[in-house]
Nanobody, 125 residues
Framework: QVQLVESGGGLVQAGGSLRLSCAASGRTFSNYAMGWFRQAPGKEREFVVAISSSGGSTYYADFVKGRFTISRDNVKNTVLLQMNNLNFEDTAVYYC??????????????????WGQGTQVTVSS
């Protein structure tokens, strides 16, 4: 079992920044990849970014390249998502997820094994 708890969401103006955090507990954190997904109202959950178990490799969705940065701390068992230059289309509930057995390049939500409860990010235009 893995427990994931996100924090850091909120309301921000377009062009602003937010940093999301995901705290993990349960299994050895450094053994599995982590990802962030998001879901806007009326839309399917979509892949945002993922990071390998060591933190040495990352994989970004095209729409966040150059704006978002993922990192992880395998001592503190946390994964961070720094989001810069936010726009209205980034408004969504953001979820962190653990991929215990697959690659960090996996973009399908079905391949992730555990999920956090989500944190709301709202960008005002």
């Amino acid at each position: 079992q893995v427990q994931l708890v996100e924090s850091g969401g909120g309301l921000v103006q377009a062009g602003g920044s937010l940093r999301l955090s995901c705290a993990a507990s349960g299994r050895t954190f450094s053994n599995y990849a982590m990802g962030w997904f998001r879901q806007a109202p009326g839309k399917e959950r979509e892949f945002v970014v993922a990071i390998s178990s060591s933190g040495g490799s990352t994989y970004y969705a095209d729409f966040v390249k150059g704006r978002f940065t993922i990192s992880r701390d395998n001592v503190k068992n946390t994964v961070l998502l720094q989001m810069n230059n936010l726009n209205f289309e980034d408004t969504a509930v953001y979820y962190c997820a653990a991929n215990l057995y697959g690659s960090y390049r996996e973009t399908s939500a079905r391949q992730y094994d555990y999920w956090g409860q989500g944190t709301q990010v709202t960008v005002s235009s």
